[in-house]
Nanobody, 124 residues
Framework: QVQLVESGGGLVQAGGSLRLSCAAS???????????MGWFRQAPGKEREFVSAISGSGGSKYYADSVKGRFTISRDNGLNTVYLQMDSLGPEDTAVYYCAADGAGMVFDGYDYWGPGTQVTVSS
């Protein structure tokens, strides 16, 4: 099993920035770099949606059109951690943000492991 815990959420004004972190533990010793890591979000009354993903090596990165140019995903395999730098935030980015891990190469859906989520609220 892989356990994921997100941190870094909070309340920010529109135009501001936040950096989310997701730390992995459990069955990740020497294997974290094999997992595709993703970020998803779910706003009140809406379905969960893909935000961003990064390959195991960090060489490939994927973004939803709605965040492209504003969000940056990165990872530190030595620390078993993935990050989501969120800039130019707007009220439409308000949601619970979830970290996910997949060992089979899935990028946009079908992740094996999920964190409990962290709330991001952007005030206008």
């Amino acid at each position: 099993q892989v356990q994921l815990v997100e941190s870094g959420g909070g309340l920010v004004q529109a135009g501001g920035s936040l950096r989310l972190s997701c730390a992995a533990s459990g069955r990740t010793f020497n294997t974290f770099g094999r997992y595709v890591m993703g970020w998803f979000r779910q706003a009140p009354g809406k379905e969960r949606e893909f935000v961003s993903a990064i390959s195991g090596s960090g060489g490939s990165k994927y973004y939803a059109d709605s965040v492209k140019g504003r969000f940056t995903i990165s990872r530190d395999n030595g620390l078993n951690t993935v990050y989501l730098q969120m800039d130019s935030l707007g009220p439409e980015d308000t949601a619970v943000y979830y970290c996910a891990a997949d060992g089979a190469g899935m990028v946009f859906d079908g992740y094996d492991y999920w964190g409990p989520g962290t709330q991001v609220t952007v005030s206008s």
